[in-house]
């Protein structure tokens, strides 16, 4: 039986999801999901991919074994995007991503719809959530409880029994001590280093990193 996936977005991380399925994944079909899209296709190594425009096309093209992934950077828009799905999109599958050149632990626990890029490693007991982004490189240690629709940029770094909760945002290069919480929907700004637990609903900088806003 034939496997087909459909990648929600059109951007440059839907592209990075694009060459992660090439490469690691055997599926027959792949399609693209973008409303606002002008384009038709989206060309990648002299081949061309559909993009759908609407549910009720892209319906015609969801069969029993077909999957879903949402290729989008913004934590909120992927919740969005996850929501709509569950109306529109029944059938479908949904699809985690571990790049083969990651290194984890037999005893973590993945969420469903999350990517594991390349490089990155995650320690024992770790628990990573539903439609999470880890990016590339990203050190994850032991006993850390990540939670639903949040990113690492590449380069992140926790210590032990570290707890990020759901839509926070983690940027490049920034490390978490370990036993630190940040609570849902804050931000961690490039290169910072936090050593207390952080507010939810806003955004921390600098080393050590200080909230700059609500």
């Known amino acids: 039986m034939s496997k087909s996936v459909i990648i929600f977005g059109t951007g440059k991380h839907a592209l990075l999801v694009l060459n992660e399925l090439i490469n690691e994944y055997d599926f027959d079909q792949i399609y693209f999901f973008n409303n606002k899209e002008k384009k038709n296709y989206i060309k990648n190594q002299n081949k061309k991919y559909l993009i759908f425009k609407s549910f009720s096309k892209l319906k015609t093209k969801v069969k029993k074994n077909s999957y879903y992934f949402i290729a989008v950077g913004s934590n909120s828009l992927r ?72 990113s690492t940029g590449p380069g992140v770094n926790t210590g032990g029994n570290v707890k990020i909760n759901n839509l926070c945002q983690i940027g490049i290069g920034a490390s978490i001590k370990d036993k630190v919480v940040i609570r849902k929907n804050t931000i961690v700004g490039g290169g910072a280093f936090v050593n207390k637990d952080c507010d939810s609903n806003s955004t921390y900088f600098g080393v050590p990193a200080k909230k700059i806003k609500s």
């Open 79 to 150: 919740k969005k995007i996850y929501n709509e799905i569950k109306i529109n999109l029944k059938k479908s599958k949904v699809l985690t991503i571990i790049s083969k050149k990651s290194n984890i632990d037999s005893n973590v626990k993945i969420g469903q719809g999350t990517i594991i890029l390349k490089g990155v490693s995650i320690n024992s007991n770790t628990k990573i959530g539903k439609f999470c982004i880890i990016n590339t490189n990203s050190s994850i240690d032991h006993d850390n409880t990540l939670g639903n629709f949040m």
